[in-house]
């Protein structure tokens, strides 16, 4: 493979060398894709106008736009082009059910009125601009991912933990045979919850102990932990015992960050979207479960507790910051709200960006395929209108978004090329039209 593009930081002088990789496959047109300007996920950006070509669902070359070019097949003139969002924390089969209220086991709903919501989900956070995702917090996230794989379903690729370990008084032993079951049963990662949640203040549930088990087990049949931990002493646990990554971490201390550093331990916070989302649809999730009116007081109260929190993070030197949304019933469409308030809170753009794109493929091993725009990886490109590095809000206005060299997503001049669907050798290009 040739160099391609040098791609430099904004200032600095952008210097473009021709980006290519194998002869293109014979039996598969390329299509290509002209935009203003690139982020490549990586922390590079292109800005001026650039041409990429995609074939067999995977990204070809990336060039400068030269004058008197043949007219692209996607021509995004006034756009940014991205690699696809990656999101490490969500529940897809979270939804509202027929009567607007959060679904549950005991709703007179019909499995397909539930499947359908869930679809929906799927479509919302695809159109969103994120190409991959993790769920986790179901067994049937497993028929979701699978569907999607297949071509049943249009949606973001899917990875899934399966259901979560909550017991807290499970024996070591049984969590090691837990993690054994998971893996059999086609789970993607591990996910643990060593703390209660933040309505009931988040103390801490599973024991070194228990963390050291199963997060030694999972390690030990190459499989990835998410840990949910609010409280410093459930955050420390998670990170001496070698799991993988913790989430929320609202309570978080200096120390606790700085041994989750020390670790080499990636770190998911949630500072704005799941909370505000549970306090938009309050009437939908009140009176189910531990969402009471001192559960809503509590998330409203933890707004500014989570915002410090997160300038504690930044500041933590070494510690690796990673994009997770948590999005749940009501938020799937919304997650890049959560990249806002990250980069509102303190983060740079820049930053933000590659931890819901190059850092969040290498958190899910899956760096050499996903996360950033490059010869030979895949063809999950999006476009926004704006440029994000001057305005994080462009990433909420999505108008391109194709996943594996589909295209899902396109507007321009309020429509898509031809009729709204173009074939592109054996593969059909849907779009919006949005």
């Excluded at 082009?81 to 897809?92: E, F, M």
């Excluded at 969103?128 to 690729?157: M, Y």
């Excluded at 070591?172 to 591990?190: H, M, N, S, T, Y």
């Excluded at 007081?297 to 948590?326: C, I, N, Q, W, Y």
């Amino acid at each position: 493979m040739d160099i391609s593009l040098a791609m430099r930081a904004p200032g600095a002088a952008i210097v473009f060398l021709v980006w290519t990789a194998a002869a293109l496959p014979a039996q598969t047109p390329p299509v290509t894709i002209r935009a203003r300007s690139l982020v490549d996920g990586r922390g590079g950006r292109i800005d001026r106008p650039v041409r990429l070509t995609v074939s067999g669902g995977k990204i070809v070359s990336i060039e400068p736009e030269r004058k008197g070019a043949a007219r692209a097949d996607y021509d995004l003139t006034a756009a940014t082009l991205l690699p696809g969002l990656i999101d490490t924390h969500v529940h897809l089969s979270w939804t509202f059910n027929a009567e607007g209220r959060l679904h549950t086991e005991k709703d007179p709903d019909t499995p397909a009125q539930t499947a359908l919501a869930q679809a929906g989900n799927l479509w919302s956070t695809l159109q969103a601009g994120f190409t991959t995702v993790q769920s986790v917090g179901s067994a049937s996230e497993k028929d979701l991912r699978d569907a999607v794989s297949r071509g049943a379903l249009p949606g973001p690729r899917v990875l899934t933990s399966l259901e979560p370990f909550l017991d807290e008084k499970s024996t070591p032993e049984a969590l090691r045979q837990g993690v054994r079951d998971r893996k059999r049963e086609g789970a993607d990662v591990i996910k643990l919850f060593a703390s209660k949640s933040i309505r009931e203040a988040g103390r801490q549930t599973l024991s070194s102990e228990q963390l050291e088990a199963a997060c030694g087990e999972a390690r030990s049949q190459g499989l990835r932990t998410l840990v949910h931990a609010h409280s410093p002493e459930s955050m420390r646990a998670a990170a001496l015992a070698g799991c993988s990554q913790v989430e929320h971490g609202i309570f978080a201390t200096t120390e606790a960050l700085e041994t989750l550093a020390a670790g080499g331990t990636w770190f998911d916070p949630q500072i704005c979207l799941v909370f505000r989302n549970y306090l938009d649809n309050k009437p939908r999730f009140l009176g189910i479960g531990n969402y009471t009116e001192e559960g809503f007081a509590t998330m409203e109260s933890v707004l500014p507790t989570a915002e410090a929190m997160f300038r504690r993070a930044l500041a933590t030197r070494g510690l690796k910051l990673v994009f997770g949304s948590d999005a749940v019933a009501g938020a799937h469409g919304r997650n890049a709200e959560e990249l806002v308030c990250r980069v509102r809170a303190g983060q740079p753009p820049r930053d933000a960006i590659v931890s819901a794109t190059s850092d969040a493929a290498r958190t899910l091993s899956l760096e050499k395929e996903l996360g950033s725009l490059a010869p030979g990886m895949q063809a999950d490109i999006i476009a926004v209108e704006g440029d994000p590095y001057r305005d994080i809000t462009a990433l909420t206005r999505v108008i391109f978004v194709m996943k594996g060299g589909e295209v899902w997503r396109y507007r321009a001049g309020g429509a898509g090329p031809g009729n709204g669907k173009r074939k592109t050798g054996n593969r059909k290009t849907k779009t919006s039209g949005d």
